[in-house]
């Protein structure tokens, strides 16, 4: 059971370059989530999503977008990455809103 | 205890020692309450949680509290050990509709052998 895998773990990008971050989970959940960590600001929820094709801003969403085409995938994209995204990107999937969230080993991405 | 800032707050206790960790919240509808531990290179990973209808629960070597009246929230960790070390987070939730919990910025646990 591999619960939540998150595709590539780490990545250096150049500024402007666009790429997408995979989030997959096995556990049949409806709700996933994507965030950024950055030091000492603790996890910042950037977009989520409720069900298969539904995704909704969250608390920084600006720079990044997402689909939910498959109930099992979370796609996180970055159009034209700049250094200001340089953060470990974490993808959380969990039953509910109420119910605790599963989450990957994160993405480390590192944006020059 | 969490706080707002660019530093993690620090909690140094040797082993076997117990551990109390604090998290203070400001939203009176928050409800549902989550606390996390998050080892280094790693994801964050469910400790325990508490709902509001309760004050107190325990798991295994771990126990939250729950004080609704001052909005404050500890997580106890019995016999501290080693592999304790750990960066752990609270989490709340509200009614109402929202899908969105809400972290803490964190506590950072060292446990010296």
Same mark, same amino acid.
């Given at each position: ?22 989030? @997959? ?56 990455? @700049? ?8 993808? @959380? ?20 | ?113």
């Amino acid at each position: 059971n591999a619960g939540v895998t998150q595709t590539p773990k780490f990545r250096v990008l150049k500024t402007g370059q666009s790429m997408t971050l995979l989030c @997959a989970q096995d556990m049949n959940h409806e709700y996933m989530y994507w965030y950024r960590q950055d030091p000492g600001m603790g996890l910042r929820l950037i977009h989520y999503s409720v069900g298969e094709g539904t995704t909704a801003k969250g608390e920084v969403p600006d720079g990044y977008n997402v689909s939910r085409l498959k109930k099992q995938n979370f796609l996180l994209g970055l159009e034209s990455a @700049a250094p200001s995204q340089t953060s470990v990107y974490f993808c @959380a999937s969990s039953w509910g809103s109420r119910q605790p969230q599963h989450f990957g080993d994160g993405t480390r991405l590192s944006i020059l | 205890g969490e706080s707002v800032g660019l530093h993690l707050p620090t909690l140094s206790v040797q082993e076997g020692d117990n551990s109390i960790i604090n998290c203070a919240y400001s939203n009176s509808a928050s409800d549902y309450f989550i606390w996390y531990k998050q080892e280094s290179g790693k994801g964050p990973q469910f400790i325990i949680d508490i709902r509001s209808n309760m004050d107190k629960r325990q798991g295994q070597r771990v126990t939250v509290l729950l004080n609704k009246t001052v909005k404050h929230l500890s997580l106890q960790i019995a016999a501290t050990q080693p592999g304790d070390s750990a960066v752990y987070f609270c989490a709340e939730n509200s009614s109402g509709g929202s899908y969105i919990p809400t972290f803490g910025r964190g506590t950072s646990l060292i446990v010296h052998p």
